[in-house]
């Protein structure tokens, strides 16, 4: 997908004309095991409130992530000498909603007593990350995984101590699982 905003925002997502953008939409699996055809797409309402969740949910990670630079910050102001490794700079993708609007109902079959500018679709909608993709901690397990890139091993650590950061200074309440990226 591409992405053409007017006018462009100064920063970010929609910030250049045609940025190429992943379109996240939720389907239903109705096999009990791994997704297998047919999946069938959700009804709009369903659709939207659970794409609002996850665009919610990466608000709050964004948030937190933030939270524990400045913790490390602080640390680093604090202490007699700097680290002796380079802390890495990392971000969230950068995300929002989409709706597509019908032009006629014929283009938003899935909505019942469809009017011409309803909503026919909800996306969320993400930056492409265009560099190598690791895994770097498994919802699974709270180590980090072992990769054969040492810097990618490095960024992983520095996210387990975030994990550690997150748990500890929110009295055990929170903390971003399942790291990956580019």
Same mark, same amino acid.
């Given at each position: 997908?591409?992405?053409?905003?007017?006018?462009?925002?100064?920063?970010?997502?929609?910030?250049?004309?045609?940025?190429?953008?992943?379109?996240?939409?939720?389907?239903?699996?109705?096999?009990?095991?791994?997704?297998?055809?047919?999946?069938?797409?959700?009804?709009?309402?369903?659709? *939207?409130?659970?794409?609002?969740?996850?665009?919610?949910?990466?608000?709050?990670?964004?948030?937190?992530?933030?939270?524990?630079?400045?913790?490390?910050?602080?640390?680093?102001?604090?202490?007699?000498?700097?680290?002796?490794?380079?802390?890495?700079?990392?971000?969230?993708?950068?995300?929002?909603?989409?709706?597509?609007?019908?032009?006629?109902? *014929?283009?938003?079959?899935?909505?019942?007593?469809?009017?011409?500018?309803?909503?026919?679709? *909800?996306?969320?909608?993400?930056?492409?990350?265009?560099?190598?993709?690791?895994?770097?901690?498994?919802?699974?397990?709270?180590?980090?995984?072992?990769?054969?890139?040492?810097?990618?091993?490095?960024?992983?650590?520095?996210?387990?101590?975030?994990?550690?950061?997150?748990?500890?200074? *929110?009295?055990?309440?929170?903390?971003?699982?399942?790291?990956?990226?580019?």
């Amino acid at each position: 997908m591409e992405l053409t905003l007017s006018p462009l925002r100064p920063t970010g997502l929609g910030s250049i004309p045609s940025q190429r953008i992943a379109g996240k939409r939720p389907l239903i699996n109705p096999s009990t095991g791994p997704p297998k055809p047919p999946l069938f797409w959700t009804s709009i309402g369903d659709e *939207t409130q659970w794409l609002y969740h996850e665009a919610n949910i990466l608000y709050w990670a964004m948030a937190l992530l933030d939270f524990t630079y400045r913790y490390v910050d602080q640390c680093i102001i604090d202490a007699k000498d700097l680290p002796p490794f380079v802390v890495p700079c990392l971000c969230f993708v950068e995300a929002s909603l989409l709706f597509a609007y019908s032009a006629d109902c *014929t283009e938003a079959p899935r909505i019942p007593g469809c009017k011409p500018g309803s909503v026919g679709t *909800t996306y969320l909608v993400e930056e492409i990350i265009d560099d190598e993709f690791f895994k770097y901690i498994h919802n699974g397990s709270a180590s980090p995984v072992q990769l054969t890139n040492v810097e990618a091993n490095k960024v992983a650590e520095f996210l387990a101590f975030t994990q550690h950061v997150q748990y500890t200074k *929110t009295g055990g309440q929170v903390y971003i699982s399942d790291y990956q990226g580019g």
